[in-house]
């Protein structure tokens, strides 16, 4: 059984609808109780970093999420999901994320090095090389295009983490990043066809091998 | 590498997919669920829906069709036609479409646009705009009410106006070229590209792989979005994007 994390932020109709296409059992609610009893976390969000962790502080889920990784339950962000898993970010002034993994937020500059305007956001179909291709997320799939769409980026001296990137203009994009049973991916994978689909599985996969552990 | 989006646009009326040739003549050309079904299969990178009966009429966008349509597809999907508040954006947006569109509504009430973008992010908020070129304007003239009234705008400027507010990616239609098939305005969606910095999908025009070539070149358009040339089976998304990388675009 999958939890959905439930804070208010965003759109979680179509990782809903992901799930129940795979089969897979879930429940969707902002109660820790309820999430207490699941066996795995998926951590979705749309919108900005720092009403996402306003969100999460009122219901006390930042608590309740630390403790329960701390447990070892696995724990997949998405898209600002996955950027809340980090330190802190710069969106809207500098806030504090869930730090459970090294690395900060921040905007993409929209120009290249060389001076070069580019678009923002990273949107459409980016594909990805795998850093890491034993990382549980990956597992028996091939570097493929996946959809992005997202204005801040992660940026992280550990590169043990990065599990998979994507390049947009000089931008070498963390796309999947994880340490143990903590990911998360940048894209959406409920809207990355079958790559992406691949990695939902392999996630609810990871997590009922870990019950069975 | 980012690609370039090949987008098909189902014009939806009264539940059924519909093209016209200049926003006039209807015809009939299927299932809007069935050809979700169809088009994610064949490679869509994404999808639109545009509900063209409800701006002419007023008349609410069809949530159930969202619903099933988000319930197949595995590919991002926008839905546009009727968004005239943000209660309009959330019933859409939470029957599962990851965008909405909006058009005629922004105009009348630039304000929608950041109420949008404020409540979902920039991301899900994308701005349609039809334009048609204006001799006393010396370019092209932004309409409204599917390309019936004309506003005051000249489209870069509106272009710019809707992204400062807040707009994720511009939607830009040619009337001059909508039903051609003789090629996008390579002139007008330039025009747009360069003025904006974020996406934009050229509209309008589409006929066969060439135009799509020159749209990204040329035209500078992140996406290019077609519906009768992939509605009425002339050219299949398989094969445009093939005829794409031989001409070195990248596609997924």
């Not at chain 1, 898209?79 to 002034?93: A, D, P, R, V």
């Not at chain 2, 988000?70 to 546009?80: D, H, Q, R, S």
């Not at chain 2, 979902?120 to 309409?143: H, M, N, P, T």
Request: charged share 25%.
């Amino acid at each position: 059984m999958i939890g959905i994390i439930d804070y208010g932020m965003g759109n979680l109709h179509s990782v809903c609808s992901a799930l129940k296409r795979i089969e897979q059992p879930y429940i969707l609610s902002g109660n820790p109780e309820e999430l207490y009893e699941t066996d795995g976390l998926l951590l979705p969000g749309v919108g900005s970093f720092k009403d996402a962790m306003n969100e999460l502080k009122e219901t006390g889920l930042i608590d309740f999420i630390k403790k329960e990784t701390e447990n070892g339950k696995p724990l997949i962000g998405i898209c600002l999901g996955m950027q809340l898993l980090f330190e802190e970010s710069t969106e809207n002034g500098l806030t504090k994320g869930l730090g459970l993994l090294p690395g900060r937020v921040d905007r993409f500059s929209g120009v290249t090095a060389e001076g070069k305007a580019y678009k923002v956001p990273h949107m459409g179909w980016n594909n990805l090389h795998f850093l890491q291709e034993d990382q549980p997320l990956l597992k028996g799939l091939d570097e493929g295009y996946v959809y992005f769409v997202h204005s801040f980026v992660v940026q992280t001296d550990d590169r043990n983490v990065l599990a998979a990137a994507a390049q947009y203009e000089d931008v070498e994009v963390p796309a999947v990043v994880g340490r143990d049973h903590i990911m998360g991916t940048q894209f959406h994978p409920e809207k990355s066809s079958e790559t992406g689909m691949g990695m939902l599985k392999n996630f609810c996969r990871f997590v009922e091998e870990g019950k069975q552990r | 590498m980012l690609t370039k989006r090949i987008i098909p646009c189902l014009d939806v009326k009264e539940g059924r997919v519909v093209k016209g040739i200049q926003f006039l003549n209807l015809v009939d050309a299927g299932d809007p669920v069935e050809l979700a079904r169809f088009y994610d299969k064949a490679g869509a990178d994404e999808l639109v829906f545009l509900d063209i009966s409800a701006s002419h009429e007023g008349r609410d966008t069809m949530v159930e069709v969202v619903e099933r349509v988000a319930a197949e597809l595995a590919i991002p999907f926008t839905v546009g036609g009727g968004i005239n508040k943000l209660e309009d954006m959330k019933r859409v947006l939470r029957a599962g479409a990851d965008k909405v569109s909006v058009n005629t509504a922004a105009i009348l009430r630039p304000e929608l646009i950041s109420e949008g973008s404020d409540y979902f992010g920039a991301q899900c908020i994308v701005v349609a705009i039809d334009a048609k070129y204006d001799e006393e304007l010396g370019s092209w003239r932004v309409y409204t009410h599917g390309g019936r009234k004309p506003t005051q705008w000249e489209v870069t400027e509106w272009a710019q106006e809707a992204v400062k507010r807040g707009a994720g990616e511009i939607l830009l239609t040619s009337m001059d070229k909508d039903g051609e098939k003789s090629g996008f305005n390579l002139a007008l969606t330039k025009a747009v590209s360069e003025a904006v910095t974020v996406p934009v999908i050229a509209s309008g025009g589409a006929g066969n792989a060439d135009h799509f070539y020159d749209a990204f070149t040329e035209g500078k358009a992140d996406a290019g979005l077609a519906a009768s040339i992939f509605h009425y089976k002339d050219t299949s998304i398989g094969e445009l994007k093939s005829e794409l990388q031989k001409l070195g675009v990248s596609v997924r």
